[in-house]
C-alpha cells in the first residue's frame, strides 16, 4: 500500500521560511513526478509545486521565487522549501504523486502564517 507521511508545518511570523518533507513508501518513486499541494479553509486543493522524476520543476505563479521543491530518491524523500512566508500561504500542504490515479492522501501538514 502506499502510505504518505507529511512534516515540517507549523506557525511561523510573516517573511520567515519552514522546510516540508514528505516521505514516501509504496511507489516506485524515483519513477514519478510529485507535487506538493495545498488547501486552506473552505477552498479546493490546489497544486503549488511539482518535480518530475527527471528533476524538472513547476510552481504556481502565487509561490514562484519564494518556494523550492526538491526531491531525494535515495531516501525517497520530496521536499518543499517554503521562504518569504505570507499569511496567504497558510493551508495544510500535502504531496501526492502528479499522475492519476493519486495516491490516497495524507494527514498533511498544518501551516500557519501570522503575526
Known amino acids: 500500500q502506499v502510505q504518505l507521511v507529511e512534516s515540517g508545518g507549523g506557525l511561523v511570523q510573516p517573511g520567515e521560511s519552514l522546510r516540508l518533507s514528505c516521505a514516501a513508501s509504496?511507489?516506485?518513486?524515483?519513477?514519478?513526478?510529485m507535487g506538493w499541494y495545498r488547501q486552506g479553509p473552505e477552498k479546493q486543493r490546489e497544486l503549488v509545486a511539482s518535480i518530475t522524476n527527471g528533476g524538472s520543476t513547476n510552481y504556481a505563479d502565487s509561490v514562484k521565487g519564494r518556494f523550492t521543491i526538491s526531491r531525494d530518491n535515495a531516501k525517497r524523500t520530496v521536499y518543499l522549501q517554503m521562504n518569504s512566508l505570507k499569511p496567504e500561504d497558510t493551508a495544510v500542504y500535502y504531496c501526492n504523486v502528479l499522475r492519476s490515479p493519486k495516491a490516497s492522501w495524507g494527514q498533511g501538514t498544518q501551516v500557519t502564517v501570522s503575526s
Open positions: 509504496g511507489i516506485i518513486f524515483s519513477l514519478l513526478g
